[in-house]
């Protein structure tokens, strides 16, 4: 079984200010109107009317009938009357308490795209889906997680393509899975809201430092990178992240200490932003390669899930947007003899287009607070506000479609893929581990965007469908042509010390 990390973080809300009014009448109603003035006197000012059509985000204020609500997330349509409960009741709105006159409400202007390259809106996560309210945010007004983001972004491309590499063939829904990482980040770390562009720590926090202490295993919970993950052995064989040689100078430890690994800290390069979400995407790449070959050795025995997560990927290379992410972040989550894995095995083996959508459907989960069931559906929620597809408000047959935008600006996406692969290591033409450099990594990703078309110096929106399948298709082109110009494979092994 694989535990959770999940933390909140306390929100402050800004008071509001207090109304002055006056109110003038004639003597025999000075006392009712004396009254009156001291009600309205002593309550804040009501924020602006709500209105049906505006889209309120989590933190923002709107008045109805002479009372303060708070948005608890993304909303819009939602009347705060009627739709308000205390936090965590899993209603869009808390009442912030009675209010003097009201406001006006302001006719909203349409939700128009903001200027190119400008990255706005608000990720809400840490929540259970239809079963409470989040408890955290991405403010990405500013641009502070871009580079954050296109590091995740990356290592989730690398996760598809090392799963193409073993398995040739195999499809899945690149939003999802390309995503996984990014969605597992905001779900499993203890503060990514901490997180400042300035730095090289993926979190910044204090507590951080605990998780990564002795025996720990790290952050994203990596507790085998030494051991092999089908045994369960420290043999310098098979499927351990210090046995692949893209990792294995980076991680720190060598073949030589590897079963001693429980007794040492974490290396700290497992909170670099730009190699902790590579070695997770690995890590779930051992997951896939992990559920194929567990019990089939000599001596092997039938596990729970098999053989339908053998048939489930077979039927997967002939079924689009099928549920892959869904099926491997169970296995990462409950773990592989969690009873979802085989049921999930099951539904895949024989899945259809209409098994898929009854799979992807949110009501599958809604209100359901078994959280390894709700785990890849709060990592797909996640996702899906970032990149603006719509998600479930009040209940899981009612969508609204987010206003978010992450500008990935071309110039800095290459900066990031250069400072990714230079955490990454290759074999070179002398027999040595050697470092991937900054030249070669920036002459893959500017070959990759002359090949898909893409500007040098453009702007493309991740939060923009269109946009986002060229940012795939130029870091899948990217990672490709590193690989030939290397000489090498990204998901070779070894079983000594390079």
Known sequence: MRTTLSNTLLLSLAGAMLAACSDGGSPGVASASLQQVSAKASAPACAVAWVASAIYTGGNSASYSNVNYTANWWTQGNNPSTDSGPAGSG???????????????????????????????????????????????????????????????????????LLKQYYPGMQFQKDYLYGSILGQLLQENIATGLYVSSGNLIDPSPDQQAVMGTGQGGPYQINNYAADMVSGSYAPAGHSLINYVALQKNIGYTMANAA?????????????????????????????????????????????????????????????????????????????????????????ATATAATVASVNAYSSVWGVTDTYKQYPYQVRYYLDQLYDNPIPTTSATAFATPANHVAFAIPALGTVFSNVFQTLAYVNSAGQSAYISAAQAQAAFNSALATAGVAAGATLDLSNAANRAQIFTVLEGAIGNLETSLNTKFNATTNVQL
Not at 284 to 289: Q, W
Not at 304 to 327: E, G, H, M, R, S
């Open 91 to 161: 209603k869009p709105w808390t009442s912030a308490g009675a209010c003097g006159d009201s406001v006006p409400p302001v006719t909203p202007p349409p939700v128009t795209p903001p200027p190119p390259g400008a990255t706005t809106g608000t990720i809400n996560f840490h929540l259970l889906l239809g079963a409470g309210s989040a408890q955290d945010q991405l403010l990405l007004d500013g641009g502070n997680y871009n580079d954050l983001i296109m590091s995740n972004i990356i290592a989730g491309v690398m996760y598809g393509h």
């Open 260 to 348: 001693q690994q429980y007794s040492k800290p974490t290396p700290p390069s497992f909170n670099n932003k730009y190699y902790g979400p590579m070695l997770t995407a690995y890590f779930h790449y051992n997951d896939f390669v992990a559920l194929i070959v567990t019990g089939k050795g000599t001596g092997g025995w039938t596990t729970p899930w098999q053989p339908d997560y053998d048939n489930a990927l077979a039927n997967f290379t002939k079924l689009p947007d099928n549920f892959l992410d869904v099926l491997l972040n169970v296995a990462y989550n409950q773990g592989f003899y969690g009873t979802l894995m085989t049921s999930y095995s099951k539904l895949a």
